[in-house]
């Protein structure tokens, strides 16, 4: 194992900001982690997991030793004429796996085509896209605590999944490294087209010819038409959450904006739509500092030529603060920022 110090991260990070890492290794093994997680107790350095960067923002250089996760392997636990159970290593690429799961002939992911990231991440934010979460396909998610260097397994029913949240993002940050997760796939499609970008994609189409390799190949369609590529344009994706309100609270904010979309939950809240009042307050296109908010997508912030995790996190302050100010609303910030002061 080789520990480089004060590691440049910016093309570690799908802004690409300059930032560094007090310390840095890639992990390709088991016996790499213990070594690594051996070497930080005696630095009194902390932790810190990283996968393609794809959901951070760097404000600042990070005081930690960053583990690169790249343990890989696809392993078949269990299967049956219904169903398939895998065992899928933190450091595999999602979209690869997701898609190589579809060549077995397993199906479920299709709807998560195409988000950038590592396995191992999936879980931390609960990844979610065209009415599908991980969450519902996740049965156990294997860990290296980070108090006392040992293994646990946490079902997938102790991971307090919700939306892009889980324990990850709470109890469990910064206490451990996901190393694996368990996965139950199915053997017999059964796309799920509902979500209103693929009923447009299949407009016309009998639903029960569908397969779930159409629907991989229209999300990766429909997401390449819509969202900036991360290594032409890099951004982290949405960079803030759609806000969850009572329903009460969604009311009469559509009485004062009628046009606002909101979308009711399972649990009977409602979810709003952020990028529409980004939108309504005139930020969509807008850039300063060298950043930007995307000219399509008024979620997206992009990095213009700035190296800078401080400029975006202005503008990103700037824009939640006008929407407080518009909506009462708290807008929060998707990505997790590291190195801000
Ligand atoms: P990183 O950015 O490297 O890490 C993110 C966080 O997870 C960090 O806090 C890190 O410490 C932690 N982490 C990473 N690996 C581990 C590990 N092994 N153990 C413990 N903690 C770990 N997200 C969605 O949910 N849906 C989308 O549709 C979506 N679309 C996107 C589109 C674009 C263009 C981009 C750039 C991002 C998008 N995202 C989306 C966000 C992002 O892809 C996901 O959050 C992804 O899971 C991040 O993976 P990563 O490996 O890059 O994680
Ligand atoms: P879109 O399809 O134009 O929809 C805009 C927003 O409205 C989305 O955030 C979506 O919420 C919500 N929405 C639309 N229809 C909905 C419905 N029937 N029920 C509930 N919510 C609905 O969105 P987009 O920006 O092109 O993204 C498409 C999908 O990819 C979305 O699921 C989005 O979350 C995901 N995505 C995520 C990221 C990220 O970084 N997190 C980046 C890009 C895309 P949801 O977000 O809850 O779906």
């Not at 690429?93 to 590592?118: K, M, R």
């Not at 300063?288 to 990095?303: E, F, S």
């Amino acid at each position: 194992m080789h520990i480089h110090r004060n590691e440049p991260l910016a093309l570690f990070n799908t802004l690409r900001l300059n930032a560094k890492a007090a310390a840095f290794t890639a992990i390709t093994s088991a016996q790499q982690l213990q070594a690594a997680w051996r070497w930080s107790q005696e630095q009194a350095l902390p932790i810190l997991p990283l996968g393609e960067g794809s959901n951070i923002v760097l404000a600042g250089d990070v005081e930690a030793l960053m583990l690169k996760m790249e343990l890989q392997g696809v392993h078949l636990l269990k299967s049956n004429d219904h169903q398939v159970e895998l065992r899928v290593q933190a450091g595999e690429n999602w979209h690869a796996f997701v898609d190589w799961s579809l060549q077995q002939g397993y199906c479920g992911l299709e709807n998560l085509a195409l988000i950038p990231g590592t396995v191992g991440a999936a879980p931390v934010q609960n990844i979610g896209a065209y009415g599908v979460e991980i969450a519902e396909y996740l049965r156990r998610v294997h860990v290296l605590e980070l108090h006392s260097g040992v293994a646990r397994t946490l079902q997938a029913h102790e991971c307090a999944f919700g939306y892009r949240d889980s324990i990850f993002k709470a109890e469990l940050r910064d206490r451990v490294v996901i190393t694996a997760i368990d996965l139950v796939l199915n053997r017999h499609a059964c796309p799920r087209v509902e979500y209103p970008a693929l009923v447009e994609y299949f407009a016309g189409q009998e639903a029960g010819r569908i397969r779930a390799r159409d629907v991989f190949d229209a999300v990766v369609r429909i997401r390449q038409s819509k969202l900036p590529d991360p290594a032409v344009t890099p951004n982290a994706g949405s960079f803030f959450k759609n806000p969850v309100v009572s329903p009460s609270a969604a009311d009469a904010l559509q009485q004062q904006h009628p046009a606002l979309p909101v979308y009711a939950q399972p649990d009977g809240s409602c979810k709003l739509s952020a990028a529409w009042m980004i939108e309504f307050c005139g930020w969509k296109g807008r850039q300063t500092d060298g950043v930007a908010v995307h000219k399509d997508h008024a979620l997206v912030l992009v990095n213009a030529g700035s190296d800078s995790g401080k400029a975006l996190l202005d503008l990103a302050q700037a824009i939640a603060a006008d929407v407080a100010s518009q909506f009462d609303i708290a807008l929060q910030i998707e990505p997790r920022v590291y190195g801000a002061r």
